[in-house]
Every structure is written in C-alpha cells, then in structure tokens.
C-alpha cells in the first residue's frame, strides 16, 4: 500500500459522491484543508498520511465501508457477486471490449449511446454515464481475466497510476494503467508484461476513461 493509492482513494471516494476533496473533508466535520495537495507532503518532502481518525469520519459521512475504501486504494474491487445476475441496484450499459472500437456505441465524450447494448446491475454509481465492458482475451492478464467485466466512469477524474480504458482516433479501444499525462503525451503500460506499452500525442486519443471496479 503506497502514499499516492491512500490520496487516490479519497480522492475517488470524494469524486463518486459528487464532491472535491475540501468538499468531503467538509461533509466528515474535518478542516476543509485537511485533504488538499500541500498537506499531502511535509515542509521537508517526507510524505503525510491521512489519519485513521479522518479516514474513519470521511467512511461514516459517505456510508462507505472498509472494504469498498479498500478496494479504492487497490483500484480494482471486485464487483458484489450478484452484479451480473440482476441483483437489486442501478442498471449501467454492457458490451464487450471488443466490440467497444466499432461505431455507434460511444457519442461525443465517450458516453455509451445507442440500442446495442446490454445490460447488467451494479451498486449505485454518482457518474450518470457509467458502463461495463467485458474483457475479452488474454492481453490483459494477470490483471483482467477473460470474462471480467470493468466498470469504466467517463465523468471520474484519471490520474497517474489509475487503470484505464482509452481509444484512439482509429478506433482502437484498450485497457492499460496511465503511466504519465503532459500536456501533449500519454504514456501508458500494459497490464500484461508479455505486451508492449503505448506512448501517444493526446491528438490521437478520442478520449481516456477511469475503471472503477472489476469483476473477478
């Protein structure tokens, strides 16, 4: 467990309830600065954790349990059990990741439109335009199996080291860990170390999404 999956986390936990990180420090009854960047870091560079006392006040405040913060800082909870079978909660679109680089599926931004997709049931989501994809293959392994379904939220902000799901400007569609963001490349890795990784301009990216979840 790393400084930066901690600060992800409640980055993430502030971003699915619709908030900014001062926002949820807010709502928990914490100083507004508590979360910002410059307490992330010590006057002399040594990194700052959160305490357990906030951890434990931004949980009860959001309704969110351990093992849901857990699986933020890990970045790739595992979806409850009854997701694919219809269980009770929040209907998201569905298709397979291979079908995702064909055209009519995705609108400008890369919200899903159209009336071929499927669906499944998923815990409730803050971002309206959530989806599914079902990983196909083995180019994603160990990571992402054949069959798992990532959760992918167009609206969640990305940052270095969150997995992800770009296209491209061909039309190819892939799921990859963001390795670094400037202001005119991307550098993404592999999931798979048996793959290459992937340096673009942001010009030949349609766009790059935030997976949530994933089954497994």
Do not use: C
């Not at 508590?34 to 931004?58: C, H, M, Q, V, Y």
């Not at 079978?85 to 397979?96: E, K, N, Q, T």
């Not at 390795?179 to 490349?185: G, K, T």
């Amino acid at each position: 467990m790393r400084h930066d999956d901690i600060w992800r986390a409640v980055d993430a936990l502030a971003a699915e309830h619709g908030l900014s990180p001062s926002g949820l420090a807010r709502k928990a009854g914490l100083d507004p600065t508590a979360f910002n960047p410059s307490k992330r870091l010590g006057a002399d560079g040594r990194a700052r954790w959160p305490s357990t006392e906030s951890i434990a006040k931004i949980l009860l405040a959001t309704g969110t349990d351990m093992d849901s913060f857990a699986s933020l800082v890990t970045g790739t909870p595992a979806l409850q059990s009854g997701a694919r079978s219809g269980a009770a909660g929040r209907r998201i679109p569905l298709i397979g990741l291979a079908q995702a680089g064909g055209d009519g599926y995705f609108g400008d931004g890369g919200y899903p439109v159209g009336g071929s997709w499927d669906e499944i049931s998923t815990p409730e989501l803050s971002d309206p335009n959530a989806y599914a994809l079902e990983i196909s293959g083995e180019s994603m392994e160990p990571v992402f199996r054949d069959g798992d379904i990532v959760i992918v939220s167009p609206n969640s902000p990305v940052r270095r080291g969150d997995r992800v799901v770009v296209r491209t400007q061909k039309g190819e569609v892939m799921a990859k860990q963001l390795v670094r963001q400037s202001a005119r490349r991307v550098e993404l890795a592999s999931l798979n170390p048996a793959h290459p990784n992937y340096n673009f301009d942001l010009a030949e990216l349609a766009w790059m999404h935030r997976i949530l979840w994933a089954s497994q």
